[in-house]
């Protein structure tokens, strides 16, 4: 009986970096603190810096109404036109967007002023990919999966730069550069998926193959987070996803003799820790 847990569960270098700067900043009190949207998916982390006194914005109304502080943009970054209005806005603005969402900003940003259509693929909804779209000024799609690549509007002549959000499913993402080939289409391919979660997605991959069941621990709401549970899931029917150890039933584990054990890059290491010291206690 035992438990694998991932090695590269929890926090990626770009949320490490976030959530760094806005403890420094909440310590050095001087003003209040804000940031632009959750500085992570992870309700936990969110809340913890809630009792450091920092607030979260959810709006440009909200920054409006602000007359001194500190502003930090979230690891997700945020569109050209939502950093214009920070920057006017007074306040001290910190950027604590990941270096490698900045990377596809300024991929987008050279796609429209080469007057290419810039491809995404990702998840519309997703605040990483907003931002990301609102750095180009030409046309955007936003391409979630293999279908919607299959049926994109693209004319014969028209040029496209392809990139893909930071957490998106890197197998997947594969397959849609196949099919816009497969449709005559060979145009700039930029694979920014994060190193990170290739990494992360490959070990959780070769995990599940060969464990009982799986455990899985993050945010709702977080991206690479819900990608693991669907990789998990193919090799291993048992797996399980949760945000902390009170989501856990133990019961089923009583019956498993190997479990293992992957948490999103927005999952801090005290909870991975809690869960696989359970986990081991069931086995």
Known sequence: MKVLKAKTAGFCFGVRRAVDLVIQ?????????????PIIHNEQVVSELSGKGVRVLNSLDELNTLKEGTLIIRSHGVSRREEEIMKQSGLKILDATCPFVKKIHRIAEEAGRSRKTFL???????????????????RTEVIRDAEDAARIPLAENEHFVLAAQTT??????????????????????????????????????????????MVVIGGRHSSNTRKLVEICSESCRNTYFIETLGDLDSKPFQSFSCVGITAGASTPNSIIEEVTKHVRSKL
């Open 25 to 37: 900043q909440a310590e050095k009190q001087n003003g209040p603190v804000y940031t632009y949207g």
């Open 168 to 213: 998106f499913h890197a197998g997947k993402f594969q397959d849609i550069v196949e099919i816009l080939r497969e449709r005559g289409y060979d145009d700039f391919v930029m694979n920014t998926v994060c190193s990170a979660t290739d990494e992360r997605q490959a070990e959780a991959r070769e995990i599940a193959k060969t464990v009982d069941a």
């Open 120 to 138: 995404i693929a990702g998840d519309p909804d997703h605040p990483e990919v907003k931002g990301i779209t609102g750095w180009t000024s030409g």
